[in-house]
Each structure stands twice: as C-alpha cells, then as structure tokens.
C-alpha cells in the first residue's frame, strides 16, 4: 500500500457518482504467522455509488465489495481466505461499506459508516485524504485502519492470520 504525503480534497460538484470498478480497488494489509509477516492483497469494488451533497455532511456511499476477488501473491493462500475457515464465500460473497455521515476534520475528510461481511455488521470510519477532480469524474483515496475481523465473525486461524486488518481504498467515480 501507498502512503499520501499530503491530504488533498477537491470538493467535487453536488450529485451521484458511480463507481467505476475496472479502476478501483480496495488494498489490504493484516499480519500473519503469528505477527511476524505482513500480508499483502487486494479485493475487487463490484459495484458502488457515492452521493456527494450541499452541504457536504449530507454525503452518503454504498459499495459492494466481491469477497471472491481475495489476491495475494500466493494461490494457496487465497484460497485459504476464500474458504469456510475464513471469509467463507460460498456463504458470504458480499462486503459491503454503507454511510450517510461524512465530517471534515481539518486536512481531510471522515465518513463513518458500517461494514457487513460474514453476517456481522460493525462501525468503521474511513478517513479520506484525497479527493481529486478529473473532468467530471472524480477519485478518491482513503483508509479504514485495525478493523478487528473477530468483531466481523472471521475467527478462525488464530495466531496464522492476525486479527487486526488495515485497508486503503483507491476508488474513480463518474457521475450517474
């Protein structure tokens, strides 16, 4: 994952932007072995839409995030995560990020919403340093840092797979 150097927000115009998932992803980084290793992956956004509003707390974001997508730099590995012991696709394929609050904190922006992925439904805020405007469309990078998988119900592998996860969403909406 990248680090921002600066926070930069660009207010974007009032409206609904959808996702444009060929150019999206969401990052994912949690350790391993027993906090020894970190574990490097990504996971495909499958559809989402953002609602920018006047004023900009009124703004809202839903996105649908295709479990399945699960891609570290080892197959075995993936298919581990992907299996009954962990994110159990064939039950849960879905994550989904919703809110409808959004707060400016100083350089950057912080949208608390909840997340839902193996039947559990927790808070999160993903705190956003970077808006840009491209055109009409507009991208957006943010991260949601030590999400506690117990709380989501992904228990299992204790020890080999750590139980705080951090992600970084690179997200490139075009308005609806």
């Known amino acids: 994952m990248t680090e921002s150097s600066t926070a930069q927000i660009e207010r974007p115009p009032a409206g609904t932007y959808r996702i444009d ?3 999206s992803e969401i990052g994912y980084s949690g350790k391993h072995r027993f906090g020894t290793g970190t574990v490097h992956a990504t996971f495909t956004i499958k559809s989402g839409e953002i609602r920018v509003a006047d ?3 009124g703004s809202g974001v839903a996105v649908t995030v295709d479990a399945a997508s699960f891609k570290s730099n080892s197959a075995r590995r993936d298919k581990d995560v992907r299996g009954a012991r962990l994110l ?3 039950r849960y394929p879905e994550i989904t ?3 409808d609050r959004l707060r400016e904190e100083g350089d950057h922006w912080v949208v608390s919403g909840t997340v839902t992925a193996h039947g559990e439904t927790v808070p999160v805020d993903v705190t956003i340093d970077r808006v840009t405007r491209e055109g009409a469309a507009i991208s957006i990078h943010g991260r949601a840092q030590h999400l506690d998988r117990y709380a989501l119900g992904v228990t299992r592998g204790k020890g080999m797979v750590g139980r ?3 992600l970084e969403i690179n997200a490139h909406a075009t308005p609806a």
């Open 55 to 57: 004023p900009i707390t």
């Open 164 to 166: 705080f996860l951090d």
């Open 88 to 90: 159990d696709i064939a």
């Open 97 to 99: 990020f919703a809110s």
């Open 21 to 23: 998932p060929a150019n």
